[in-house]
């Protein structure tokens, strides 16, 4: 199966900035969605934002304007950038793609802010 592996997550102080990195691996196929999500304590995995392999992109009105999601198909990676973290962006973020043979998710990455 494919497996997708995050990096770019840690400790950031409230008004600072993250990189996230998703690189995607063992697939034949071709990766049609890539997106971003997270997962509060005690609360349902959300979408923070997910692009297309077109590069149509959408996002979650909680990081509208403050993150940007971006891929790079040679290399089956994506992107997202966070601006302007506040202690609510305090989550495990998972990166999850989509193929033919169905979606698949990376095991999550922490993302701490702290005031």
């Known amino acids: 199966q494919v497996q997708l592996v995050e990096s770019g997550g840690g400790l950031v102080q409230a008004g600072g900035s993250l990189r996230l990195s998703c690189e995607a691996s063992g697939t034949l196929f071709s990766i049609e969605t890539m997106a971003w999500y997270r997962q509060h304590p005690g609360k349902q995995r959300e979408l923070v934002a997910r692009?297309?392999?077109?590069?149509?992109?959408d996002y979650a009105d909680s990081v509208k304007g403050r993150c940007t999601i971006s891929r790079d198909n040679p290399k089956n990676m994506v992107f997202l950038q966070m601006d302007k973290l506040n202690v609510e962006d305090t989550a495990a973020y998972f990166c999850y793609a989509t193929t033919v043979k169905g979606g698949f998710w990376g095991q999550g990455i922490s993302v701490t802010v702290s005031s």
């Open positions: 692009i297309a392999r077109n590069k149509r992109i």
